[in-house]
């Protein structure tokens, strides 16, 4: 057993391998909490973009445990729901919900990728001394790195495009996100026809971090990334080149945008119910009460709000409301 490998191969079998951490029974959930278990708002706003779309079908790609469509189920009983993950469908999954390793072909839907593409593994690319970007190679035992080869191919045409090393001080790290890119250009080719929306951690050309964001998560704590399957590996999307990859398997009407901006258009506002209503409908004022923090998280600074989404057509335009 091979325990020295590059990021891409080591992040492969820990997260997916046989004991792999997204086998683990879990789930995602059991580590860290996304968009989708921290409120129905996000269920009820990807509801009506789909209904704003026009399409009555969601594909969930990366779905976790079904947690997305779940909730969809219970807001919007009419629409066929679709979970995509490398995880056995979840055992208490309502029969109405269709679940599978692959984005189906050929179908109209909302695909929505919520925090797929940051595990999607990628390579690590680091500065040596004389310059030169080599692939990091790391210990899935321990996580301790050394340089491996020069990045040469396509990796290191994706870095030219996209995070260039060059000039840059020894040290300086780039994600290479030559899968992730493949990883959506194929999900947009299988997609008959529909609007694609990835929804993640990310960033644009300018502001890429200069160490990379390579970490690592383990019950709901941040821990250093060690290959071992014990925790979640995972580290933030180049969002420009993986919408420019949607564009070159035919997407089409690219939208990039934040969290915050793409909820509010969907109606995800946040505001405070007025007090009077605690008198006249206390319950209705409970439960906007309870709407306006769960709307502050899913859009807040620093935190949910700052998530990218891009959204793509894939034979029709992105609806209006996030354009
Ligand atoms: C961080 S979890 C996100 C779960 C859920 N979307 C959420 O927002 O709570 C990432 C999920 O992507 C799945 N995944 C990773 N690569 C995949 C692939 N190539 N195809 C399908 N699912 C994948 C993992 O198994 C995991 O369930």
Redesign the pocket.
Known sequence: MEHRLTWKEATRRA??GAEGF??RPE???GH?R????ASPLFARALADLAAAAGLAAVV??????G??LVALRRIAPHLELIG????DRPEALPPSIAWG??VPEGGDALL?????L???PADVAQVDEHGVPRLVEVDVRTGREELGAAVHGDDARWLDRWWPLLGAEPGARAEIGTTRDA?WARAIERLGRGVAVA?DYGHLGGERPPYGSLTGYRQGRQVPPVPDGTC?V?CHVAMDAVAAAGEAAGARGTVLTTQRRALRALGVDGRRPPYELARTDPARYLAGLRDAGEAGELTASGGLGDFHWLAQGVGMDVPIALR
């Open positions: 997260l997916y997204y086998r789930g995602p959930a860290f996304t968009s989708v278990h969930d790609v990366g779905a976790g445990r947690e997305l995509v993950d490398v995880a390793p692959e929505v990728a919520n925090e797929w940051d595990n999607v990883a929804i979640d995972t």
